[in-house]
């Protein structure tokens, strides 16, 4: 079974600017979630998305948003970029009813 | 502040020694787990444990859950170069929400 793929895996923007980054799961995997990683930080939960659902949202505010589609894929969205938001994104799938993330590479997003 | 507390954050040793990862919290988790990651790439899981007090064995590495099920311990024996990575610790409570530690930064010297 391939992997969980992300795109693009680096991407430079500008602050103000918005980012669209993209997770395609592992065949047969429902849920998605989405991290944000920062050196400071660590790994911080965005949000959960299950049957094109949100199921749940982590402590980040409305600039980041997500969906998923009917076949799973999954979009997160950043408007209004800060200099903050410089991060690893990492994109997670896990089995259905299983809380085991099986993680992508990552999108290494840097604002300047 | 950090749901789950890892401990130390930086560990450097020779190869061959052994090492031992901490992951605490007051909070009961229904399940644990511990993934590795290199830079660049993702976190990769390396185990999941749900009963307290269970020992988990893969090859060099140990892990144990606390009896209460709040608490966990990586211990690597023998250490390879092939160890050097992010350790991170993660605790589902309830089926869907998961949180990490901050993590514990390993390198193991040649």
Redesign the interface.
């Given at each position: 079974k391939a992997g969980?793929t992300q795109t693009p895996r680096y991407l430079i923007k500008t602050r103000g600017q918005q980012v669209t980054l993209s997770c395609s799961p592992i065949s047969g995997h429902r849920?998605v979630?989405w991290?944000q990683q920062t050196p400071g930080q660590?790994?911080?939960?965005l949000f959960?998305y299950f049957s094109e659902t949100q199921?749940?949202k982590g402590n980040f505010p409305g600039r980041f948003s997500g969906r998923q589609f009917s076949n799973s894929r999954s979009e997160m969205n950043v408007s209004t970029l800060e200099l903050g938001d410089s991060a690893l994104y990492?994109c997670?799938s896990s089995h259905p009813?299983g809380?085991?993330?099986?993680?992508?590479?990552?999108t290494r997003l840097t604002v300047l | 502040t950090?749901l789950l507390e890892q401990s130390p954050q930086f560990l450097s040793i020779q190869e061959g020694e052994n090492l031992t990862v901490y992951c605490n919290s007051s909070s009961v988790f229904s399940?644990l787990?511990w993934?590795r990651q290199e830079p660049?790439?993702?976190?990769?899981?390396l185990v999941?444990v749900v009963t307290g007090g269970e020992v988990k064995k893969l090859k060099r590495l140990t892990f144990q859950f606390g009896d209460a099920r709040k608490d966990s311990s990586l211990h690597i024996t023998a250490a390879q170069t092939g160890d050097t990575g992010l350790y991170?610790c993660?605790g589902?409570v309830g089926?869907?929400?998961?949180?990490?530690?901050?993590?514990t930064t390993v390198t193991v010297r040649a």
């Open positions: 969980v849920s979630s991290y660590g790994l911080q939960f959960e199921r749940n990492l997670a009813g809380v085991e993330q099986f993680f992508g590479p990552g | 950090q399940s787990q993934y660049g790439e993702g976190p990769v899981l999941t991170l993660a589902a089926d869907y929400k998961l949180s990490f530690g901050a993590g």
